[in-house]
Protein backbone atom coordinates (compact mmCIF):
# COMPACT_ATOMS: atom_id res chain seq x y z
CA UNK A 1 0.00 0.00 0.00
CA UNK A 2 1.79 3.38 -1.08
CA UNK A 3 2.04 5.49 2.30
CA UNK A 4 -0.21 8.27 0.88
CA UNK A 5 -3.11 6.22 0.74
CA UNK A 6 -2.00 4.71 3.71
CA UNK A 7 -2.07 8.01 5.42
CA UNK A 8 -5.95 8.53 3.95
CA UNK A 9 -7.00 5.87 5.53
CA UNK A 10 -5.64 6.24 8.78
CA UNK A 11 -6.53 9.89 9.74
CA UNK A 12 -10.18 10.41 8.95
CA UNK A 13 -10.19 13.01 12.05
CA UNK A 14 -12.73 15.21 11.09
CA UNK A 15 -16.50 13.67 10.59
CA UNK A 16 -19.84 15.30 9.54
CA UNK A 17 -22.35 15.71 7.48
CA UNK A 18 -25.13 18.14 5.63
CA UNK A 19 -27.78 16.87 3.71
CA UNK A 20 -27.66 16.55 0.16
CA UNK A 21 -31.32 17.80 -0.07
CA UNK A 22 -34.63 17.34 1.59
CA UNK A 23 -36.80 14.49 2.68
CA UNK A 24 -33.61 12.76 3.93
CA UNK A 25 -34.38 11.12 7.44
CA UNK A 26 -30.77 8.99 7.83
CA UNK A 27 -27.48 8.26 6.01
CA UNK A 28 -25.31 6.20 6.60
CA UNK A 29 -21.39 8.11 6.95
CA UNK A 30 -19.13 6.70 3.78
CA UNK A 31 -16.73 5.06 5.51
CA UNK A 32 -15.42 2.12 2.71
CA UNK A 33 -12.20 0.80 4.11
CA UNK A 34 -11.95 4.09 6.30
CA UNK A 35 -10.55 3.69 9.91
CA UNK A 36 -11.90 6.30 12.69
CA UNK A 37 -8.51 7.71 14.16
CA UNK A 38 -8.32 7.94 18.18
CA UNK A 39 -9.37 11.62 18.89
CA UNK A 40 -10.73 12.42 16.27
CA UNK A 41 -13.69 15.33 15.65
CA UNK A 42 -17.22 14.49 15.49
CA UNK A 43 -19.69 17.35 14.56
CA UNK A 44 -23.30 17.38 14.84
CA UNK A 45 -25.02 20.10 13.65
CA UNK A 46 -28.33 21.55 15.12
CA UNK A 47 -31.60 19.48 13.72
CA UNK A 48 -29.07 16.27 13.66
CA UNK A 49 -27.85 13.21 15.77
CA UNK A 50 -25.15 10.67 15.33
CA UNK A 51 -25.58 7.03 15.90
CA UNK A 52 -22.54 4.68 16.11
CA UNK A 53 -22.96 0.92 15.26
CA UNK A 54 -20.44 -1.98 15.95
CA UNK A 55 -20.75 -5.29 14.30
CA UNK A 56 -24.75 -4.73 13.91
CA UNK A 57 -25.29 -3.58 17.31
CA UNK A 58 -26.66 -0.07 18.32
CA UNK A 59 -23.35 1.78 20.60
CA UNK A 60 -23.50 5.24 21.57
CA UNK A 61 -25.60 8.29 20.09
CA UNK A 62 -24.78 12.12 20.08
CA UNK A 63 -26.78 14.92 19.99
CA UNK A 64 -25.48 18.80 18.27
CA UNK A 65 -22.37 19.48 19.42
CA UNK A 66 -18.81 19.13 19.21
CA UNK A 67 -17.27 15.80 19.94
CA UNK A 68 -13.98 14.67 20.56
CA UNK A 69 -14.02 10.71 20.27
CA UNK A 70 -12.04 9.05 23.03
CA UNK A 71 -12.87 6.60 25.61
CA UNK A 72 -14.31 8.53 27.42
CA UNK A 73 -17.01 10.09 25.23
CA UNK A 74 -17.57 6.56 23.53
CA UNK A 75 -18.11 4.12 26.56
CA UNK A 76 -21.28 1.93 25.12
CA UNK A 77 -18.32 1.48 21.74
CA UNK A 78 -15.27 0.97 23.85
CA UNK A 79 -16.79 -1.87 25.58
CA UNK A 80 -18.16 -3.70 22.83
CA UNK A 81 -14.70 -3.16 21.33
CA UNK A 82 -12.96 -4.66 23.94
CA UNK A 83 -10.29 -2.11 23.61
CA UNK A 84 -7.10 -2.22 25.22
CA UNK A 85 -4.35 -0.29 25.20
CA UNK A 86 -6.98 2.59 26.41
CA UNK A 87 -8.38 3.23 22.38
CA UNK A 88 -4.91 3.88 20.95
CA UNK A 89 -5.58 2.38 17.73
CA UNK A 90 -8.20 2.87 14.63
CA UNK A 91 -11.48 1.51 14.95
CA UNK A 92 -14.09 0.66 12.25
CA UNK A 93 -17.94 0.71 13.19
CA UNK A 94 -20.73 2.47 11.09
CA UNK A 95 -21.95 5.85 11.83
CA UNK A 96 -25.14 7.02 10.74
CA UNK A 97 -26.46 10.59 11.15
CA UNK A 98 -29.93 11.54 11.28
CA UNK A 99 -32.20 14.85 11.06
CA UNK A 100 -34.26 15.47 13.23
CA UNK A 101 -35.76 18.45 11.81
CA UNK A 102 -39.88 19.26 11.47
CA UNK A 103 -41.00 17.33 8.09
CA UNK A 104 -43.74 19.84 7.20
CA UNK A 105 -46.42 20.10 4.47
CA UNK A 106 -47.12 16.00 5.04
CA UNK A 107 -50.67 14.58 3.13
CA UNK A 108 -53.17 12.54 3.98
CA UNK A 109 -56.01 11.68 2.37
CA UNK A 110 -58.07 8.17 1.75
CA UNK A 111 -58.22 6.83 -1.19
CA UNK A 112 -61.39 5.37 -0.89
CA UNK A 113 -64.73 6.06 1.41
CA UNK A 114 -64.55 4.61 4.45
CA UNK A 115 -67.88 3.20 5.74
CA UNK A 116 -68.27 4.60 9.32
CA UNK A 117 -71.45 3.90 11.67
CA UNK A 118 -73.42 7.23 12.26
CA UNK A 119 -75.89 8.04 14.66
CA UNK A 120 -77.97 10.05 12.64
CA UNK A 121 -77.83 8.77 9.15
CA UNK A 122 -77.01 4.96 10.47
CA UNK A 123 -74.11 4.21 7.97
CA UNK A 124 -72.29 6.50 5.37
CA UNK A 125 -69.45 7.13 3.49
CA UNK A 126 -66.94 9.24 4.20
CA UNK A 127 -63.47 10.73 2.71
CA UNK A 128 -61.19 13.08 4.23
CA UNK A 129 -58.00 14.53 3.98
CA UNK A 130 -55.40 16.86 5.60
CA UNK A 131 -51.47 17.82 6.08
CA UNK A 132 -49.59 17.04 9.08
CA UNK A 133 -45.60 17.10 10.43
CA UNK A 134 -43.51 15.14 11.99
CA UNK A 135 -39.42 14.73 13.21
CA UNK A 136 -37.24 11.85 14.04
CA UNK A 137 -37.00 11.96 17.47
CA UNK A 138 -35.41 8.83 18.93
CA UNK A 139 -32.30 7.66 16.15
CA UNK A 140 -32.12 4.02 17.78
CA UNK A 141 -35.77 3.33 17.72
CA UNK A 142 -36.15 4.25 13.86
CA UNK A 143 -32.61 2.27 13.16
CA UNK A 144 -34.36 -0.80 14.86
CA UNK A 145 -37.29 -0.78 13.42
CA UNK A 146 -37.73 1.30 10.89
CA UNK A 147 -34.15 2.06 8.10
CA UNK A 148 -31.82 -1.32 9.30
CA UNK A 149 -28.95 -1.50 7.58
CA UNK A 150 -29.72 0.95 4.74
CA UNK A 151 -27.56 3.55 3.40
CA UNK A 152 -30.16 6.31 3.18
CA UNK A 153 -34.03 6.76 3.98
CA UNK A 154 -36.10 9.24 2.93
CA UNK A 155 -39.43 10.77 3.89
CA UNK A 156 -41.10 8.86 0.56
CA UNK A 157 -40.11 5.74 1.36
CA UNK A 158 -41.54 6.14 4.37
CA UNK A 159 -44.73 8.13 3.61
CA UNK A 160 -46.96 4.99 3.07
CA UNK A 161 -46.28 3.17 5.95
CA UNK A 162 -47.34 6.61 8.02
CA UNK A 163 -50.39 7.35 5.57
CA UNK A 164 -51.71 3.86 6.23
CA UNK A 165 -51.63 4.40 10.55
CA UNK A 166 -53.02 7.73 9.73
CA UNK A 167 -56.26 6.71 7.99
CA UNK A 168 -56.52 3.66 10.57
CA UNK A 169 -56.32 6.06 13.62
CA UNK A 170 -59.06 8.58 11.40
CA UNK A 171 -61.93 5.10 11.45
CA UNK A 172 -61.02 4.85 15.18
CA UNK A 173 -61.41 8.56 15.73
CA UNK A 174 -64.74 9.00 14.23
CA UNK A 175 -65.91 5.93 15.97
CA UNK A 176 -65.11 7.47 19.29
CA UNK A 177 -65.80 11.11 18.79
CA UNK A 178 -69.80 10.41 18.96
CA UNK A 179 -70.20 13.50 16.33
CA UNK A 180 -72.80 13.34 13.53
CA UNK A 181 -71.45 14.05 10.05
CA UNK A 182 -73.32 17.23 9.83
CA UNK A 183 -71.94 18.38 12.88
CA UNK A 184 -68.45 17.45 11.56
CA UNK A 185 -67.73 20.97 10.04
CA UNK A 186 -67.77 22.36 13.46
CA UNK A 187 -65.68 20.07 15.53
CA UNK A 188 -63.18 19.27 12.62
CA UNK A 189 -60.27 20.56 15.22
CA UNK A 190 -62.16 18.50 17.92
CA UNK A 191 -61.57 15.43 15.46
CA UNK A 192 -58.12 16.33 14.50
CA UNK A 193 -56.99 16.33 18.16
CA UNK A 194 -58.35 13.08 18.56
CA UNK A 195 -56.93 11.08 15.93
CA UNK A 196 -53.22 12.98 17.17
CA UNK A 197 -54.17 10.87 20.36
CA UNK A 198 -54.98 7.71 18.56
CA UNK A 199 -51.66 8.37 16.04
CA UNK A 200 -49.02 9.19 18.26
CA UNK A 201 -48.30 5.99 20.01
CA UNK A 202 -47.93 4.20 16.29
CA UNK A 203 -45.40 7.21 15.42
CA UNK A 204 -43.60 6.82 18.65
CA UNK A 205 -42.62 3.21 17.80
CA UNK A 206 -41.33 4.37 14.47
CA UNK A 207 -38.69 6.97 16.45
CA UNK A 208 -40.87 9.77 15.50
CA UNK A 209 -42.67 12.40 17.07
CA UNK A 210 -46.24 14.15 15.87
CA UNK A 211 -45.95 17.60 15.50
CA UNK A 212 -49.17 18.85 14.45
CA UNK A 213 -51.84 17.02 12.89
CA UNK A 214 -54.62 18.73 10.82
CA UNK A 215 -58.28 17.74 9.14
CA UNK A 216 -58.67 20.18 6.13
CA UNK A 217 -61.91 18.94 4.75
CA UNK A 218 -64.73 15.65 5.40
CA UNK A 219 -67.06 14.76 2.32
CA UNK A 220 -69.17 12.50 0.73
CA UNK A 221 -68.85 10.48 -2.02
CA UNK A 222 -70.63 12.22 -5.13
CA UNK A 223 -73.89 9.69 -5.13
CA UNK A 224 -74.03 10.32 -1.25
CA UNK A 225 -73.70 14.43 -1.62
CA UNK A 226 -76.46 14.60 -3.95
CA UNK A 227 -79.09 12.67 -1.70
CA UNK A 228 -78.14 15.07 1.17
CA UNK A 229 -78.57 18.29 -1.14
CA UNK A 230 -82.16 16.69 -1.51
CA UNK A 231 -82.44 16.39 1.94
CA UNK A 232 -81.83 19.87 2.50
CA UNK A 233 -83.36 21.07 0.07
CA UNK A 234 -86.61 19.77 1.08
CA UNK A 235 -86.11 20.70 4.79
CA UNK A 236 -85.77 24.25 3.00
CA UNK A 237 -88.93 24.05 1.51
CA UNK A 238 -91.13 23.13 4.39
CA UNK A 239 -94.92 23.05 4.33
CA UNK A 240 -95.05 21.33 0.21
CA UNK A 241 -98.65 22.86 0.02
CA UNK A 242 -97.72 26.08 0.41
CA UNK A 243 -94.81 25.69 -1.47
CA UNK A 244 -96.83 24.50 -4.49
CA UNK A 245 -99.13 27.71 -4.04
CA UNK A 246 -96.50 29.79 -4.32
CA UNK A 247 -95.31 28.18 -7.47
CA UNK A 248 -98.70 28.52 -8.96
CA UNK A 249 -98.73 32.08 -8.11
CA UNK A 250 -95.58 32.98 -9.45
CA UNK A 251 -96.39 31.07 -12.74
CA UNK A 252 -99.27 33.32 -14.06
CA UNK A 253 -97.00 36.54 -14.60
CA UNK A 254 -94.74 33.83 -16.46
CA UNK A 255 -96.98 32.79 -18.59
CA UNK A 256 -98.97 36.30 -19.66
CA UNK A 257 -95.68 37.11 -20.40
CA UNK A 258 -94.70 34.77 -23.35
CA UNK A 259 -96.36 35.40 -26.86
CA UNK A 260 -99.69 34.08 -27.02
CA UNK A 261 -100.02 34.49 -23.40
CA UNK A 262 -101.96 31.27 -21.35
CA UNK A 263 -104.31 31.13 -24.64
CA UNK A 264 -101.11 30.73 -26.99
CA UNK A 265 -100.31 26.96 -24.75
CA UNK A 266 -103.05 25.84 -27.11
CA UNK A 267 -105.65 25.13 -25.02
CA UNK A 268 -107.68 27.97 -25.58
CA UNK A 269 -110.61 29.36 -23.29
CA UNK A 270 -110.86 26.03 -21.54
CA UNK A 271 -107.43 25.78 -20.31
CA UNK A 272 -107.45 29.00 -18.80
CA UNK A 273 -111.12 27.93 -16.99
CA UNK A 274 -108.75 24.78 -16.00
CA UNK A 275 -105.76 27.31 -15.04
CA UNK A 276 -107.84 29.24 -12.58
CA UNK A 277 -109.49 26.02 -11.14
CA UNK A 278 -105.94 25.04 -10.52
CA UNK A 279 -104.87 28.36 -9.03
CA UNK A 280 -108.28 28.30 -6.45
CA UNK A 281 -106.88 24.43 -5.53
CA UNK A 282 -103.65 26.42 -4.53
CA UNK A 283 -104.82 29.12 -2.65
CA UNK A 284 -107.18 26.91 -1.00
CA UNK A 285 -104.98 24.77 0.40
CA UNK A 286 -102.38 27.24 1.43
CA UNK A 287 -105.35 29.11 4.00
CA UNK A 288 -106.57 27.38 6.67
CA UNK A 289 -108.64 24.42 6.63
CA UNK A 290 -111.55 25.60 7.67
CA UNK A 291 -111.71 28.87 6.17
CA UNK A 292 -114.75 28.37 3.43
CA UNK A 293 -113.17 28.29 -0.46
CA UNK A 294 -113.63 31.17 -2.80
CA UNK A 295 -116.11 30.56 -5.62
CA UNK A 296 -114.34 30.47 -9.05
CA UNK A 297 -114.73 33.54 -11.01
CA UNK A 298 -116.82 32.83 -14.29
CA UNK A 299 -115.10 32.48 -17.45
CA UNK A 300 -114.34 35.83 -19.65
CA UNK A 301 -116.49 36.24 -22.45
CA UNK A 302 -114.91 35.13 -25.64
CA UNK A 303 -114.53 38.78 -27.48
CA UNK A 304 -115.36 39.11 -31.53
CA UNK A 305 -117.96 39.75 -34.09
CA UNK A 306 -117.85 36.50 -35.21
CA UNK A 307 -117.69 34.41 -31.59
CA UNK A 308 -120.55 37.24 -30.89
CA UNK A 309 -122.35 35.89 -33.72
CA UNK A 310 -121.81 32.22 -32.91
CA UNK A 311 -123.40 32.54 -29.42
CA UNK A 312 -126.54 34.73 -30.87
CA UNK A 313 -127.29 31.99 -33.20
CA UNK A 314 -127.21 29.23 -30.80
CA UNK A 315 -129.18 30.79 -28.86
CA UNK A 316 -131.33 32.05 -31.56
CA UNK A 317 -131.15 28.26 -32.73
CA UNK A 318 -132.80 27.51 -29.61
CA UNK A 319 -135.87 30.14 -29.63
CA UNK A 320 -136.48 29.60 -33.13
CA UNK A 321 -137.32 33.08 -34.15
CA UNK A 322 -135.14 34.30 -36.83
CA UNK A 323 -134.68 37.38 -39.71
CA UNK A 324 -132.86 38.67 -42.32
CA UNK A 325 -129.04 40.10 -43.01
CA UNK A 326 -130.13 43.66 -44.00
CA UNK A 327 -126.38 43.27 -45.90
CA UNK A 328 -126.38 39.59 -47.11
CA UNK A 329 -129.63 38.47 -46.94
CA UNK A 330 -128.68 35.28 -44.78
CA UNK A 331 -131.31 34.31 -42.04
CA UNK A 332 -130.02 35.07 -38.54
CA UNK A 333 -131.43 34.86 -35.11
CA UNK A 334 -133.33 38.10 -34.39
CA UNK A 335 -132.07 38.81 -31.50
CA UNK A 336 -128.80 38.91 -33.31
CA UNK A 337 -126.95 42.61 -33.56
CA UNK A 338 -123.97 40.78 -36.04
CA UNK A 339 -124.09 38.61 -39.03
CA UNK A 340 -122.51 35.48 -38.28
CA UNK A 341 -121.62 35.45 -42.07
CA UNK A 342 -120.92 39.07 -43.23
CA UNK A 343 -120.31 40.35 -39.94
CA UNK A 344 -122.57 43.17 -40.63
CA UNK A 345 -124.20 45.42 -37.92
CA UNK A 346 -127.97 44.64 -37.71
CA UNK A 347 -129.63 48.25 -37.85
Known amino acids: MPFGSFLKKQFIDVIHWTEEGPGVLMERFPMQDMEIQNGAALTVRESQMALFVNEGKAADAFGPGLYKLTTNTLPLLTNLKNWDKLFQSPFKSD ?10 NQ ?19 LRGFGVYSYRLAN ?7 VAGTQAQYSVSELEPQLRNAVITSFTTAFAKSDVPFLDMAANQAHLATLIAAELAPQFQQY ?3 LASFTVENLSLPDELQKRLDERISMNMVGDLRQYAAYQAATSIPIAAANEG ?12 VGMGGLMADAMRGAMAPNAPAAPAAPAAPVAGAAAAGAAAAGAAAVSGETKFCIHCGKSIASVAKFCSECGGAQG
Not at 95 to 104: G, I, V
Not at 139 to 145: E, I, M, V, Y
Open 95 to 104: LYFFSTRLQT
Open 107 to 125: RWGTQQPITIRDKEFGAVR
Open 139 to 145: PLAFHQN
Open 207 to 209: GLE
Open 261 to 272: GIAGMGVGLGAG
